[in-house]
């Protein structure tokens, strides 16, 4: 069965958690904060910002999608955190909160990664946030996921999907490791960057392994019409689950990837 969207997100998070829970304790909510999580999902950093808030603070997560925002409702319903929890539709470029309502601002793979201009969204997080709140905003920056193939991987990631989102015709200032000029632009000042890595290494569990699967389905999905036949063949055969050469199953499998995230806070 093939699976949606927001089942290879919930799939593959489980290679993300560690890593993106470093990131939240780095930027520290404190404990009765309130935040946004803006372009949040299926709520899977959402629920851990909750967590960092403790039973005090509020997490509004903002997503343009209703198929993934209904996934995020439905477990917040279930574990009965809507009172700390709120899912709303609103663009994060045209939020509908006053000014100075939150305290910290927080998107994943969203504002400052999505190939638009990042500064209406900017302004916006900027206007929302109280005097001295911070923004931060992280996004997937590199992976090795094929160890021993170095060629094919490198063919994968020159493909437009793997260099997405950044697209061929984009100016260069518009990359997302360019951030720091848009933050600058919406006046975040004390301006920082952070990496974060996160390693998977043999032997899989069973979920892990789904988790791989569903991480190669995502990061290189369409990438074939633009490899080689020798390429196609050679990528069918390492990253298909049901491939007897699968290369999760490799005794010495050993991957990594990153997470950038960019810090600012407002003046005041």
């Known amino acids: 069965m093939t699976e949606t969207y927001a089942e290879k997100l919930a799939n593959s998070d489980r290679l993300r958690e560690g890593t993106i829970r470093r990131a939240i304790a780095a930027l520290g909510p404190p404990s009765g904060s309130r935040g946004l999580d803006a372009g949040c999902g299926i709520g899977s950093h959402t629920f851990m910002l909750a967590e960092a808030v403790g039973i005090r603070g509020q997490v509004v997560?903002?997503?343009?999608?209703?198929?993934?925002?209904?996934?995020?409702?439905?477990?917040?319903?279930?574990?009965?955190?809507?009172?700390?929890?709120?899912?709303?539709?609103?663009?994060?470029?045209?939020?509908?909160?006053?000014?100075?309502?939150?305290?910290?601002?927080?998107?994943?793979?969203?504002?400052?990664?999505?190939?638009?201009?990042?500064?209406p969204a900017l302004?916006?997080?900027?206007?929302?946030?109280?005097?001295?709140?911070?923004?931060?905003?992280?996004?997937?920056?590199?992976?090795?996921?094929?160890?021993?193939?170095?060629?094919?991987?490198?063919?994968?990631?020159?493909?437009?999907?793997?260099?997405?989102?950044?697209?061929?015709?984009?100016?260069?200032?518009?990359?997302?490791?360019?951030?720091?000029?848009?933050?600058?632009?919406?006046?975040?000042?004390?301006?920082?960057?952070?990496?974060?890595?996160?390693?998977?290494?043999?032997?899989?569990?069973?979920?892990?392994?789904?988790?791989?699967?569903?991480l190669f389905d995502m990061r290189w999905d369409g990438a074939e019409k633009e490899l080689s036949r020798k390429d196609r063949a050679e990528h069918a055969r390492l990253c298909d689950a049901e491939s007897p050469d699968f290369i999760g199953d490799l005794p010495d499998y050993v991957a990594f990837f990153t997470y950038t995230m960019f810090t600012g806070r407002v003046a005041g």
Do not use: K
């Open 61 to 119: 997560g903002l997503d343009i999608s209703d198929e993934l925002l209904a996934v995020a409702r439905r477990r917040a319903a279930r574990e009965d955190l809507n009172e700390r929890i709120s899912f709303q539709r609103v663009d994060a470029a045209s939020l509908t909160f006053l000014d100075n309502s939150f305290d910290w601002y927080w998107s994943v793979d969203c504002v400052g990664f999505a190939p638009i201009d990042p500064l």
């Open 123 to 214: 302004r916006e997080a900027a206007r929302v946030l109280r005097p001295g709140g911070r923004v931060a905003l992280l996004f997937w920056s590199s992976e090795r996921l094929l160890p021993g193939f170095p060629e094919l991987e490198a063919h994968l990631d020159a493909t437009a999907i793997g260099i997405a989102p950044f697209r061929r015709e984009d100016p260069p200032e518009r990359h997302p490791m360019r951030l720091l000029a848009a933050l600058g632009a919406a006046d975040f000042a004390d301006l920082d960057v952070r990496t974060f890595a996160g390693t998977v290494h043999a032997p899989l569990d069973a979920a892990t392994r789904r988790a791989l699967v569903s």
